[in-house]
């Protein structure tokens, strides 16, 4: 957290309001496919039936018809559907599975041979560690949608595989399905057999600039930190300890494993005077929806010294609080304290997303998610942040998600810090000090990744040798 502790730091969740099209519309007609050579089925409904809508909602199970085991990511399902304008771009999201949606990929692709109901399609796919389907197990529900990326309506009624009357699951011949690479259910609008699947890893549509910085720079001093958008502060203020100083100097470098890392170094001898705190952040006010991903290595001792101190070790961002209790503020944080802090007595992560506060009195209106535990190595922290919600993963599992309530209505910066909370009940005057390392941090705007995803990304970019690009525009 970056303004002050929250104490519980909870609040009832917001219920949403679905989007649906408010005209019912005669729909295509329901038509069951055999599995033929195949070897699974898709079974589809809609979500919002209206001949035009906000967003379109198709949701599909994933049967297996074969007597073998089907491993999902060896599976495809593309739906199509008829751009509402030539230049018009879309965006996928997954608002529920059964199987969990960072397990579901979703990419957008054009049609070789447009027909007057069809010139896109969306392709569904699956991680890895999304894994098989026994013979005749389903995936269960996958709620799934996508709108335009302007949030203009968009028109259902002469989409291929839409179905405006389908309000329960069946079996649907207008989407096609693949396995490894054949096409095994289904039939694609003419002349447009899926033979070029996409990749999940690299998803088209709109979005998708980068910002990725593997820190490879020398000292604080490095004039390529500045050139990148990084400021490593030094201005006095809070949060944490009265009195203490933000050091540019205890902000190095190093390898590591083969990588270049930051390493932010926060100490004290039990004095504000002699307390230090170290915080890296963006200078533009740039980043809103999309992908937020770091390599973070948590300590849970000091490498020198005394323990106890009540340190919190972060990766977050965050916008200006405007005025108390203004409605535009955001911010979502990873935040780990080691020693415990904020009232609870040991070791814990928090992932927290923010509405407001108003710092005096203190009020604080927030979600978040918490795990108690030692979280002391390395660790890949993701949050994502689309139209519906903010959702948290660490080292690639579901760590918690967040209320629409939360989402931000204004960019932000990207961060990280340590800091002391306090010195409370701290009577020891021997120096000691505290390290939190960062490996890379990754910004996809306005694309939903998966960490599988995210992990690949980063591949990508380390193997073609790239240390630094900041493709994200000026708000």
Known sequence: MSTRPTGRRTRAALALTALLG????????????????????VQYRTGSGGATADQSEPWFKVRNTDSSPVQ????????????DAPGATYRFACSWAVRGCSSITGTFGTLSHPTSTADRYLEIGFVPSAGSLAPGADTGDMQLRFHRSDWQTLRQSDDYSFGGTQA????????????????????????????????????????????????????????????????????????????????????????SGGNSVMNLE????????????????????????????????????PKYGPDGDRVVQTFFTINDLKAPMA??????????????????????????????YNPDPWQAVNQHSESRRSFAGWHD?????????????????????????????????????????????QTSTVPRAYDQQVDYV????????????????IGALRGAGTSFVDEVPAP
């Open 168 to 255: 329960a699951y069946a079996d649907w011949s207008k989407v096609t399905a693949q396995l490894s690479g054949a096409t095994v259910w289904g039939t694609a609008p003419e002349g447009n057999d899926p033979t070029d699947p996409t990749d999940p890893t690299d998803p088209p549509g709109d979005g998708g600039q980068t910002l990725f910085d593997d820190f490879d720079y020398t000292s604080h001093t490095d004039p390529a930190i500045s050139a990148h958008g990084w400021n490593v502060r030094s201005n006095p203020g809070g949060p944490g300890v009265p009195g203490a100083v933000w050091d540019p100097s205890k902000v190095t470098f190093a390898s």
């Open 327 to 356: 409605d535009d503020y955001a911010e979502y944080d990873f935040e780990y304290l080691p020693n415990g802090g904020w009232g609870e007595p040991a070791n814990i992560l928090y992932t927290t997303s923010w509405e407001t």
């Open 22 to 41: 408010s005209a019912a519309l005669a729909g295509l007609p329901a038509t069951t496919a055999a599995a033929a050579d195949g070897a699974v089925t």
């Open 381 to 425: 922290l993701v949050v994502t942040i689309d139209d519906r919600a903010i959702t948290y993963y660490v080292d690639g599992q579901h760590f918690g998600t967040h209320d629409a309530a939360y989402l931000p209505e204004r960019p932000m910066s990207i961060n990280f810090n340590q800091w002391l909370i306090d010195l409370d009940g």
């Open 442 to 457: 990754l910004h996809v705007k306005d694309q939903v990744l998966t960490p599988a995803q995210v992990s690949a990304r």
């Open 72 to 83: 999902l990511s060896q599976v495809k399902v593309r739906y199509y559907f008829k751009a």
């Open 266 to 301: 926060t100490s004290t001898a039990g004095t504000g005077s002699s307390t230090t705190h170290t915080e890296v952040l963006t200078r533009s006010m740039k980043f809103r929806n999309g992908t937020y991903a770091a390599r973070v290595r948590f300590s849970d001792a």
